[in-house]
């Protein structure tokens, strides 16, 4: 009786370490597949956040390239010149980024104010900032930080200094300009004769127009002689005028005279015509393009003048702009053709 009773309790026992095994078993495979079920979730919800940055990411880059607002900071508004360059980026806006808009600053001639312009354009959160820096040099700075803070930089018509800071740089092609209004002039008094030239000094653009002249007259046109150079100091018309008339005193024999600015040219011809002079009996040409040179042309004291083209300045800073935004080369330094404006064309051309 007590050996069965030992068999029974050996056997009880046998069972019951059997039983306490299946359950550990169980119990470790339901701690293993829970375990492997949060690790599952815990992955999907990585693969999920990814998938949403994935996603502002690229809608924070195609909202960077289509709307918002562009800066374009000005030296003045006033100007016919600048007001021109504005019209034209706000038609490239049109043009090319319909539902963006346009956010002009003014610094009245002030480059300390233009800088704190930048500034303010891009705690604005413009996009893009097209600029005509007064002062090359002293802009770079905030150039420098609007490009820190991801905003890309267009300079019109006037570079800015030194910097890596500026993406694009659409100007004026100043030599072709001096050799628009040079050739006028020099095939204008028949190849030969004597000329003078009134011009400002210090500026890169003016120094490859007159540089244009010079080659001219060396390459083709040697029996044109220079007799007279003078510099406007303060580039005003009254200066000009003042320079032309001691220029007819001392050169009664005169043919041509060159400048570099159309507001030169109307002191030039009120000198010539407050002396006796004719139209068309001293040939002069200019640049700019403005309605006052296509005035005066139609007058025919101006023979010629070479006519920046502002807007297409404008139109084509912002499809770099907007070209840069979208991850497209764009040319570092764009430079446009000049247009020869003289009485066959005169009134058909649009000035400034």
Known sequence: MRKKVLCLLMCLAMVASVLAGCGSKKADETTAAKKEEKTTEAKKDETTTAA??????????????????????????????????????????????????????????????????????????????????????????????????????ICMDTPAGETDAVVSTVVSNNYSAGEIAGRALLEGIGGKGKI??????????????????????????????????????????????????????????????FTTGDVFAIGICSALQSNGYQPGDVKVTSVDGTTNAVELIESGYLLATAAQLPKELGIHSVKNALDYLNGKDVEKLENLDCKE????????YEGF
């Open 196 to 257: 003078a030239t009134i011009t400002t000094t210090g500026s890169e653009a003016v120094n490859d127009r007159k540089q244009a002249l010079y080659d001219l007259i060396e390459k083709e046109f040697p029996d044109v002689e220079i007799v007279q150079e003078e510099i406007v100091q303060n580039a005003t018309t009254e200066e000009a005028l003042t320079l032309m008339e001691n220029i007819c005193q001392a050169n009664p024999d005169l043919a041509g005279v």
């Open 52 to 153: 949403k940055a994935d996603e502002t990411t690229a809608a924070k880059s195609e909202g960077s390239s289509e709307g918002g607002k562009y800066g374009c900071a000005v030296p003045n508004a006033q100007n016919s010149f600048y007001a021109t360059c504005v019209s034209g980026v706000e038609e490239g806006v049109k043009q090319y980024d319909p539902t963006a808009s346009v956010v002009v600053t003014d610094a009245s001639g002030d480059s300390r104010k233009q800088m704190d312009q930048i500034a303010d354009l891009v705690s604005q959160g413009c996009k893009a900032i097209i600029c005509i820096p007064i002062d090359s040099n002293a802009i770079i700075p905030a150039l420098e930080e609007a490009a820190k803070a991801g905003v890309p930089v």
């Open 341 to 348: 404006v003289n009485k066959d064309n005169a009134s058909t």
